[in-house]
């Protein structure tokens, strides 16, 4: 159970903390274009942050979009059509 509440933190703390590394400034906005592959409670986080407008307070204009399967995703990521490719295990 404690395996499960962990998982569903890593998507977004995962992304904060890359751009927080990156040193992206609060007065400068990040364009980031994300994609997932399945509708699946394990996304969960990612859409919840992208509601409650977590990642706009720290500077990032993310945009979450469904992939339509593993394959299509990546090719999009492979076309550079999006940054990250957001999977399931």
Do not use: H, N
């Not at 933190?9 to 890359?18: E, K």
């Not at 590394?21 to 509708?39: E, I, K, N, P």
């Amino acid at each position: 159970m404690k395996f499960q509440k962990l998982r569903l933190l890593v998507i977004p703390v995962s992304i904060f903390c890359i751009f927080a590394w990156r040193g992206v400034s609060l007065a400068q906005t990040l364009r980031f274009r994300a994609s997932y592959s399945a509708f699946d409670a394990t996304f969960l986080p990612l859409w919840v942050a992208e509601e409650k407008k977590i990642f706009k307070s720290v500077g990032l204009d993310l945009e979450i979009s469904y992939g339509r399967g593993g394959s299509s995703t990546a090719q999009s990521l492979q076309a550079k059509s999006i940054d990250v490719a957001v999977c399931r295990r």
